[in-house]
């Protein structure tokens, strides 16, 4: 089974024993460079883990990427911003930018065949009824770490 890990799990423990229970732990390749940039304790924990490649997307996006459609990252983005996400994005807000990487680090997940997204990120994937309309249109598990310690470990 593979597993993304969003970076609110990284400082928990969870990858060390998901690792040592057999699983695949990944993190979406965005993430990993955008945290690579600044230089943080994240990437001391993760800089040794495969990444999950994220559609294109200007601004956000590094090099080398997975070339293809954006529609689940645009199906994605208006689950997760429960359909208030703006069509222009020239000049998003701190809690939209937020929004957008949730979207793209669960469409990272998507397009790298990942079983499980692991994120304790509520609001964007679970609360409202998000996780179910998430999982359904997308064939992936979405658990918090708890869900997952107590489903997995």
């Given amino acids: 089974m593979k597993i993304l890990i969003?970076?609110?799990?990284?400082?928990?423990?969870?990858?060390?024993?998901?690792?040592?229970?057999?699983?695949?732990?990944?993190?979406?390749?965005a993430t990993k460079d955008r945290e690579l940039k600044v230089g943080s304790e994240y990437l001391n924990?993760?800089?040794?883990?495969?990444?999950?490649?994220?559609?294109?997307l200007f601004g956000e996006s590094t090099f080398p990427i997975s070339f293809g459609s954006n529609k689940n990252l645009e199906q994605i983005i208006g689950i997760v911003s429960s359909g208030s996400f703006p069509k222009q994005r020239g000049a998003l807000t701190d809690k939209q930018r937020n929004q957008l990487r949730d979207a793209m680090i669960l469409e990272s997940a998507i397009r790298g065949n990942c079983d499980v997204l692991c994120s304790n990120d509520k609001k964007a994937f679970v609360n409202a009824g998000k996780r179910e309309i998430l999982e359904s249109m997308f064939k992936i598990e979405i658990l918090t770490k708890q869900e997952i310690e107590e489903k997995y470990v």
Avoid: M, S
């Fill in 6 to 29: 969003d970076t609110n799990i990284i400082d928990t423990g969870i990858i060390e024993t998901l690792i040592n229970q057999g699983y695949e732990v990944c993190v979406a390749k």
């Fill in 45 to 56: 924990r993760v800089q040794y883990l495969p990444v999950a490649n994220e559609a294109f």
